[in-house]
T-cell receptor
Framework: GAVVSQHPSRVICKSGTSVKIECRSL??????MFWYRQFPKKSLMLMAT?????????EQGVEKDKFLINHASLTLSTLTVTSAHPEDSSFYIC???????????????FGSGTQLSVL | SQQGEEDPQALSIQEGENATMNCSYK?????LQWYRQNSGRGLVHLIL?????REKHSGRLRVTLDTSKKSSSLLITASRAADTASYFC???????????FGAGTILRVKS
């Protein structure tokens, strides 16, 4: 199956700093990637849909200036948490569809996630 | 808001037993998918069932879909300790590109 690589897997930062998380599709082109946030023992909350070459579409309640998304190429999307605060501590996961693969690209392939801890 | 609601929230069974998890949703869908997540990791796709399908099998997995009741179930037969994980249903709505995930069921299989 298609592979999505997410980096870093874990980051600890001080309050007020910015953190960048990368999501790469390794063996397919992803025109669309999705960014989710997950709290412990909770479900995935969709934050935004990242579109290659255009602006991301944010879900209601997600601050676009806080969570900057850049999808500069068909294989890379980045999420930058700006001026991070302790309440931003969470597990962030990216995913993508392989539109060129079997199954009409209906299923998502997920990165392994990034655990962000803001002190 | 989350589209899917799952029950039970947590399930603990003995190895060899069957595990059944249920998912309900609110709007019309294109398909419903089940994913598995090991602790602190990304999600892995298990099985997809389309809105015009009623049942699907994949190995020890059996998924049903009742669009009239807007519900689905995932059955794992002959469970193994390695099946211990969180299981999520996700719905792709009729008009849309994104998947919306349910609350998940934490399954623990005791050996």
């Amino acid at each position: 199956g298609a592979v999505v690589s997410q980096h870093p897997s874990r980051v600890i930062c001080k309050s007020g700093t910015s953190v960048k998380i990368e999501c790469r599709s390794l063996d397919f082109q992803a025109t669309t990637m999705f960014w989710y946030r997950q709290f412990p023992k909770k479900s995935l909350m969709l934050m935004a849909t990242s579109n290659e070459g255009s602006k991301a579409t944010y879900e209601q309640g997600v601050e676009k200036d806080k969570f900057l998304i850049n999808h500069a190429s068909l294989t890379l999307s980045t999420l930058t948490v700006t001026s991070a605060h302790p309440e931003d501590s969470s597990f962030y996961i990216c995913s993508a569809r392989d539109r060129g693969g079997r199954g009409w690209g209906e299923k998502l392939f997920f990165g392994s996630g990034t655990q962000l801890s803001v002190l | 808001s989350q589209q899917g609601e799952e029950d039970p929230q947590a399930l603990s069974i003995q190895e060899g037993e069957n595990a059944t998890m249920n998912c309900s949703y609110k709007t019309s869908i294109n398909n419903l998918q089940w994913y598995r997540q090991n602790s602190g990791r990304g999600l892995v796709h298990l099985i997809l069932i389309r809105s015009n399908e009623r049942e699907k099998h994949s190995g020890r997995l059996r998924v049903t879909l009742d669009t009239s009741k807007k519900s689905s179930s995932l059955l794992i037969t002959a469970s193994r300790a390695a099946d211990t994980a969180s299981y999520f249903c996700a719905t792709e709505m009729e008009y849309g590109n994104k998947l919306v995930f349910g609350a998940g069921t934490i399954l623990r299989v005791k050996s």
